[in-house]
């Protein structure tokens, strides 16, 4: 099947609330909770996106001809683009009873491990959801990224209890869930963390850990304090609050922070193989992206996030050679007109 047979597929499959549109924009679903709009009018979701095709590439084709390597190392680990699927949860409530959480991120984990990439997992109030995928992690050797809600010290360990068999190469942490409702009036309470909780935290995880939610240069390096040893740049996906700035328009300032000291990630409105280039060239080391893979595991299965990973790297393949790129480290903000 084609990207676009895949997507059109989908249309079927998810629903009410997710439209399936040709181009997942924020305005078909921008107020709908739940959904995947926001709680609010959605203007953060439908600002990510349109930042990222605000901004021009430069292209320059008088350089060396030959292939580009699209390939990405972090935390020990090799992905043949720098994309990583980010956490979803709560599926049948947003997207349709199609997939429950489990099954979404059991076939989402090991989908994206065969395609050349990792995903993070999401998390939420049932506990089935981290087991499964604790489980889907541990029988793809660890490839994965499991993502904890801002919870209790006492919930958050228990979590991380049941990923001690799976052995990720890393965990996260979406601090930005701290604005999502069902997080409040929570007992013990969950939500906001200080950067005491958060460096506690961070010591019981044991491997590298992921904030993701930071939206500012202190914002940033409060995580590098707390001993984060990477960050999301995120918004929620513009989910959780109003008449925020795209992540477009924060990422530079705060890889000019941090980015030498922590590995830098980057969510929110990014579509395509060129939105990932733009990401790069701004300073991001890789992107995450959520929705666009959740209809193509409505509408194919396996199969759609293969093909969806296939069209980003051709994509960003060939923004690369036409921008005179050959490798991610040759991407530069040089690389964006009027930079």
Same mark, same amino acid.
């Given at each position: ?17 997710? @439209? !399936?549109?040709?181009? *997942? =924009? #924020?305005? $078909?679903?921008?107020?709908?909770? +739940? ?99 604790? @489980? !889907?992690?541990?029988? *793809? =050797? #660890?490839? $994965?990224?499991?993502?904890?809600? +801002? ?189």
């Amino acid at each position: 099947m084609t990207y676009q047979e895949i997507q059109a597929q989908s249309r079927g499959q998810v629903g009410p609330y997710c @439209k !399936a549109c040709p181009v *997942c =924009n #924020g305005f $078909g679903c921008r107020n709908t909770l +739940p959904g995947p709009g926001a709680k609010g009018l959605g203007t953060g979701f439908i600002r990510n996106y349109q930042k990222w095709q605000e901004l021009c590439v430069n292209m320059d084709t008088i350089c060396e001809n030959k292939p580009v390597d699209t390939t990405f190392t972090w935390f020990g680990q090799t992905s043949d683009i720098p994309v990583f699927a980010a956490p979803l949860g709560a599926l049948p409530q947003h997207y349709g009873d199609k997939y429950d959480d489990p099954t979404y991120n059991d076939i989402l984990v090991s989908a994206c491990a065969a395609a050349g990439i990792a995903a993070f997992t999401g998390d939420g109030i049932h506990p089935e959801t981290m087991e499964g995928a604790a @489980k !889907a992690i541990a029988r *793809c =050797n #660890g490839r $994965g990224v499991p993502t904890i809600k +801002p919870w209790s010290k006492e919930m958050i360990r228990h979590k991380l209890d049941l990923l001690r068999e799976a052995k990720p190469f890393a965990v996260a942490m979406d601090i930005d869930g701290a604005g999502l409702p069902f997080l409040k009036n929570l007992q013990p309470a969950a939500g906001s963390k200080t950067v005491a909780e958060l460096r506690e935290i961070s010591a019981m995880v044991g491997r590298p850990f992921i904030l993701k939610g930071i939206m500012t240069v202190t914002g940033a390096k409060k995580a590098l304090e707390a001993g984060a040893a990477g960050i999301v740049v995120s918004n929620h996906g513009g989910r959780v609050l109003d008449q925020c700035p795209a992540t477009a328009e924060v990422l530079p300032g705060i890889v000019d922070a941090v980015g030498k000291e922590m590995t830098i990630f980057v969510d929110g409105g990014i579509r395509s193989g060129m939105d990932v280039f733009k990401a790069l060239a701004l300073g991001a080391d890789a992107v995450l992206i959520g929705r666009p893979f959740v209809n193509m595991i409505y509408g194919a299965g396996p199969e759609g996030v293969k093909v969806y990973v296939e069209k980003l790297k051709e994509e960003l393949s060939d923004t690369m050679a036409m921008c005179g790129a050959h490798s991610l480290a040759d991407i530069s903000r040089s690389m964006l007109f009027g930079y």
